[in-house]
């Protein structure tokens, strides 16, 4: 039987190791795509990486026009990631910026000796170790069961040898179709229960009242919950690793008399594994049924053009676009640190933040506001915004009557 360790049906999935394993990173150029572009993957990816618990050695990038379908890279790379792997003895695991079938994984586990992740598994590995609430765990366990089950036939390539023998194909296909049967079974289970926490959502969001629903919206890591904590005054996880927050949390907050719920939301990224979006579509009905959507950006990252884009994606599949969004372009502090020279006046240092202001807003068309989250500045400015933009939603709700909250 192959070295994966699959445990069909497995309650909590604890997440890698908690001891840091060593790990080389592989990934692609294909069409269309820059050296540049490939690079900022992988520093992703050795994020992700580090935030489940392992350290990255090294990383191997191969240009090809099409990943090939037996090893993903061609044959030459993959025979120098093993002499790699041999001549590091600590290295214990190889992960791939794409998703690997299980064909794909079980030929280059056997020929490299160690254990293979693709992005999608590892990215479920890290929504498994942080899930707190049972509707997040639901989720996660819905998202690998649907990762794993065209991956079967990976699973079991000690049958392969049967093929074709007397007598000896029906328990092969049979064992194969039972745990397909298994995990469809577990797939059907785990729906029915997230439609029935879905359906207390809907009864917990209805109590709620009419009140304006405010929804932060954003990249992972960006600050989400540091400006949730900020504003709201209360204590939500928040950490400098991808997917610190997996469940959302809804808070009341009162600005100048004005009340509006605000709730945090799990964290996009490039290449979400669509089974999980599918999975965690019903936390992010919180966005779906907000009417006002702040879009926190880390403006000091040196792709966050790329970033608003995997976000403005991700809206568009859940048909949120088009409701108001207050653009927060966020860690200014750090955007100077790395942009601006230390000499440049302050007079100058204002005119050019204006412009850039102006620029991005010409480029989202959306209101937007710079701040640190962290150095709480431009917090009151930022108040100021959301205040407008909620009393106007309150008014356009209500146009026949004088609120007065």
């Known amino acids: 039987m192959s070295n994966n360790n699959w445990n069909l049906g497995e309650k909590e999935k604890r997440g890698l190791k908690k001891e840091k394993e060593q790990a080389v990173l592989v990934g692609l150029i294909q069409q269309n795509q820059s050296d540049e572009q490939v690079n900022e993957y992988l520093d992703e990816l050795e994020f992700l990486a580090e935030t489940a618990g392992a350290m990255t050695k090294k990383r191997f990038v191969q240009k090809m026009a099409q990943p090939d379908r037996r090893t993903f890279v061609g044959s030459g790379k993959l025979d120098e990631i093993k002499t790699y792997i041999e001549n590091h003895e600590e290295i214990s695991l190889v992960i791939f910026d794409?998703?690997?079938?299980?064909?794909?994984?079980?030929i280059i586990e056997e020929h490299l000796k160690v254990k293979i992740v693709d992005r999608s598994s590892l990215i479920l590995d890290i929504f498994a170790s942080r899930a707190q609430t049972a509707q997040a765990k639901t989720q996660v366990e819905l998202a690998q069961m649907q990762y794993m089950l065209p991956r079967l036939r990976g699973l079991w390539t000690h049958l392969e040898r049967q093929r074709g023998g007397i007598g000896m194909r029906g328990p092969g296909e049979k064992e194969i179709e039972t745990d397909r049967r298994i995990i469809r079974d577990k797939i059907s289970l785990l729906k029915k229960k997230l439609e029935k926490i879905d359906q207390q959502n809907i009864t917990r969001r209805k109590s709620r009242g009419a009140m304006i629903r405010v929804a932060?919206?954003?990249?992972?890591?960006?600050?989400?919950?540091?400006?949730?904590?900020?504003?709201?005054?209360?204590?939500?996880?928040?950490?400098d690793k991808l997917?610190?927050?997996?469940?959302?949390?809804?808070r009341k907050v009162v600005f100048d008399?004005?009340?509006f719920l605000l709730s945090d939301t799990v964290g996009f990224i490039r290449k979400l594994p669509h089974h999980l979006v599918e999975s965690f579509k019903s936390t992010l009905d919180e966005v779906r049924e907000s009417d006002l959507m702040i879009h926190v950006v880390d403006?000091?990252?040196?792709q966050f053009d790329d970033h608003i884009k995997t976000v403005n994606t991700t809206l568009t599949e859940l048909g949120v676009i088009n409701k108001p969004t207050l653009m927060v372009f966020n860690?200014?502090?750090?955007?100077?640190?790395r942009y601006f020279d230390d000499y440049v006046d302050e007079e100058t240092r204002l005119n050019l933040e204006q412009e850039l202001q102006e620029k991005l807003?010409?480029?989202?068309?959306?209101?937007?506001?710079?701040?640190?989250?962290?150095?709480k500045e431009n917090i009151n400015l930022f108040r100021e915004k959301v205040t407008t933009l909620v009393k106007d939603l309150y008014e356009i709700r209500y146009p026949y009557q004088a609120k007065h909250w």
């Open 216 to 239: 932060l919206v954003g990249y992972t890591n960006v600050g989400k919950s540091t400006l949730m904590n900020l504003i709201s005054k209360s204590e939500v996880f928040a950490e």
């Open 299 to 302: 403006i000091a990252h040196p």
């Open 361 to 375: 807003k010409n480029r989202y068309e959306h209101e937007n506001v710079f701040i640190s989250a962290l150095e």
């Open 331 to 337: 860690k200014m502090d750090l955007y100077r640190k």
């Open 243 to 250: 997917f610190a927050t997996l469940d959302t949390t809804v």
């Open 257 to 259: 008399t004005m009340p």
């Open 98 to 106: 794409d998703d690997l079938s299980g064909k794909q994984t079980s």
